[in-house]
């Protein structure tokens, strides 16, 4: 009988903690633009590959950036139990965004809203020395389950624009303070188009985790997470991050960049960005 009773109550406190440590896994992902001079490597031809791998992977919530309206459709048709949010950054919401995408069962959208990285982010415009239009998506989400509330924001800064990727990510950090009042966790993911020793990713860091170095497992994968569309040589660029607000809401249990391909081809130039998160408070 005692037997009985401890092993209840270790079950009972083993599902306690899991309630009360509930996991969120979140990917982000540029998926490179449809573009048909591409080749081999447009979208028509790894776009298939690409849901099945996101299917596989099956993340909570994930962004991507690049993503063309017909890629966020295709997207949408091949994952169907994700809702999905945000804005073209061209007029009439054409051109690419940095959507995100959540599982519909699983978070109610409280909030969202698209701005652009310019001196105008409530209209579309084209900000500093950049070389195009450039936006950044939130999200504020409530976990239906464990009632858990918190924001996602998805960017993806210039490529070619120095100002322009430093008064983005200084714009960002506003907005994050300004939208953020009540200091929920948050989590701030994309294509940075910046290497970690950058000053303006350490920027960033002054007020926010880099999941890869704060994993509490070995991170898993490359370091890299440009490939180019290279099979052959190694990717050594990491210019995909996720970060978390410093505020001691989330810890990271996992961090992972994988590598996956089919018959040596990738489903896009950049490699996935994966975390496991827990919500400690």
Same mark, same amino acid.
């Given at each position: 009988m005692?037997?009985?009773?401890?092993?209840?109550f270790?079950?009972?406190? $083993?599902?306690?903690?899991?309630?009360?440590?509930?996991?969120l896994?979140m990917?982000?992902y540029?998926i490179?633009?449809d573009?048909?001079? *591409?080749?081999?490597?447009?979208?028509?031809?790894?776009?298939d590959?690409f849901? !099945?791998?996101?299917?596989?992977f099956?993340p *909570?919530?994930? @962004?991507?950036?690049?993503?063309?309206p017909n890629?966020v459709?295709?997207?949408?048709k091949?994952l169907?139990? #994700?809702?999905v949010? @945000?804005l073209?950054?061209e007029?009439g919401?054409?051109?690419e965004?940095? !959507?995100?995408f959540?599982?519909?069962?699983?978070f109610?959208?409280?909030?969202q809203?698209t701005?652009w990285?310019s001196?105008? +982010?409530?209209?579309?415009?084209? @900000?500093w /020395?950049? $070389?195009c239009?450039?936006?950044?998506? #939130?999200?504020l %989400?409530? /976990?239906?389950?464990?009632?858990? =509330?918190?924001?996602v924001f998805? =960017?993806h800064? /210039?490529?070619l624009?120095?100002?322009a990727?430093?008064?983005?990510i200084?714009?960002?950090?506003?907005?994050?303070?300004?939208?953020?009042?009540?200091?929920? +966790?948050l989590?701030?993911?994309?294509?940075?188009n910046?290497?970690?020793?950058?000053?303006?990713?350490q920027?960033?860091?002054?007020?926010?985790?880099d999941?890869?170095?704060?994993s509490?497992?070995e991170p898993?994968g490359?370091?890299? =997470?440009?490939? @180019?569309?290279n099979?052959?040589k190694?990717a050594?660029?990491?210019?995909? #991050?996720i970060?978390l %607000?410093?505020?001691?809401?989330?810890?990271v249990?996992?961090?992972?960049v994988?590598?996956? !391909?089919?018959?040596?081809?990738? $489903?896009? /130039?950049?490699f996935?960005? #994966?975390?496991e998160?827990?919500f400690?408070?």
């Amino acid at each position: 009988m005692k037997k009985q009773i401890t092993y209840i109550f270790y079950f009972f406190l $083993a599902n306690v903690l899991v309630v009360n440590s509930q996991s969120l896994k979140m990917m982000t992902y540029n998926i490179r633009l449809d573009l048909e001079s *591409d080749g081999e490597n447009r979208w028509e031809m790894r776009k298939d590959f690409f849901v !099945s791998q996101l299917d596989f992977f099956n993340p *909570d919530i994930f @962004g991507v950036q690049e993503a063309l309206p017909n890629q966020v459709k295709d997207i949408e048709k091949g994952l169907k139990k #994700y809702t999905v949010i @945000g804005l073209g950054r061209e007029e009439g919401n054409t051109g690419e965004s940095s !959507s995100i995408f959540f599982k519909t069962e699983k978070f109610q959208l409280l909030e969202q809203n698209t701005f652009w990285l310019s001196e105008t +982010p409530e209209r579309v415009s084209r @900000g500093w /020395d950049a $070389a195009c239009n450039r936006v950044c998506t #939130y999200a504020l %989400l409530k /976990d239906k389950k464990s009632k858990k =509330t918190f924001y996602v924001f998805n =960017t993806h800064l /210039d490529h070619l624009g120095e100002t322009a990727r430093k008064n983005g990510i200084e714009l960002i950090l506003q907005k994050i303070k300004l939208i953020n009042k009540s200091n929920l +966790p948050l989590i701030l993911m994309g294509d940075f188009n910046l290497t970690p020793s950058d000053e303006r990713i350490q920027m960033i860091k002054k007020e926010m985790l880099d999941s890869r170095e704060v994993s509490e497992n070995e991170p898993f994968g490359s370091v890299g =997470t440009f490939n @180019g569309f290279n099979y052959i040589k190694q990717a050594t660029d990491r210019i995909d #991050y996720i970060f978390l %607000l410093n505020n001691n809401r989330l810890k990271v249990n996992k961090y992972a960049v994988f590598n996956e !391909s089919n018959n040596l081809k990738f $489903a896009s /130039d950049h490699f996935p960005v #994966y975390v496991e998160l827990k919500f400690i408070k």
